[in-house]
């Protein structure tokens, strides 16, 4: 989504997506946030749009390194057939695109995160959980979890 964000292997910055290729298919927000915009194939600009990896490796200087001049080689590689936007594939943690500098450039965070429902906490294993984080007491935290009449809701 559009608030992850990406890595060059050459360059020292973490710029964001900004989606250019549609402005209508959000992932996991009703409220049509623009950091929730689905990212495709054919978003190659970043945020920032000048500099964005900041120096680049690939380029050096008496001072270190020369700044980007970041030039995307074509459209993101690797992408998720199986889900369309308007047309056009959507990114996943595996995708990549080639700069025509020589550097590749990969998703570093999605913008994602996974929540736990209540009713995993009710199928959780205790013990398995009390290794993951013994502090927490996880019989409690399941009592805590529970509705009124006994069940767990989602």
Same mark, same amino acid.
């Given at each position: 989504?559009?608030?992850?964000?990406?890595?060059?292997?050459?360059?020292?910055?973490?710029?964001?997506?900004?989606?250019?290729?549609?402005?209508k298919?959000?992932?996991?927000?009703?409220?049509?946030?623009?950091?929730?915009?689905?990212?495709?194939e054919?978003?190659?600009?970043?945020?920032?749009?000048?500099?964005?990896?900041?120096?680049?490796?690939?380029?050096?200087?008496?001072?270190?390194?020369?700044?980007?001049?970041?030039?995307?080689?074509?459209?993101?590689?690797? =992408?998720? *057939?199986?889900?369309?936007?308007?047309?056009?594939?959507?990114?996943? +943690?595996?995708? #990549?695109?080639?700069?025509? &500098?020589?550097?590749?450039?990969?998703?570093?965070?999605?913008?994602?995160?996974?929540?736990?429902?209540?009713?995993?906490?009710?199928?959780?294993? =205790?013990? *398995?959980?009390?290794?993951?984080?013994?502090?927490?007491?996880?019989? +409690?935290?399941? #009592?805590?979890?529970?509705? &009124?009449?006994?069940?767990?809701?989602?």
């Amino acid at each position: 989504m559009q608030k992850g964000t990406v890595q060059c292997n050459q360059g020292f910055k973490f710029p964001k997506f900004k989606v250019t290729s549609h402005q209508k298919h959000y992932w996991n927000d009703e409220e049509g946030n623009a950091d929730y915009l689905a990212v495709t194939e054919d978003d190659l600009q970043l945020d920032p749009a000048a500099q964005p990896f900041g120096q680049c490796k690939l380029k050096p200087s008496s001072g270190g390194y020369l700044p980007c001049a970041y030039a995307p080689a074509g459209k993101w590689q690797k =992408t998720y *057939e199986k889900v369309k936007v308007m047309g056009k594939s959507c990114l996943t +943690e595996i995708s #990549e695109l080639m700069c025509s &500098t020589g550097g590749k450039i990969t998703i570093l965070k999605h913008g994602q995160q996974s929540e736990t429902s209540k009713s995993q906490v009710g199928k959780a294993n =205790t013990q *398995e959980q009390q290794v993951y984080n013994p502090v927490v007491d996880f019989d +409690e935290f399941k #009592e805590d979890t529970k509705g &009124t009449d006994g069940l767990y809701y989602s």
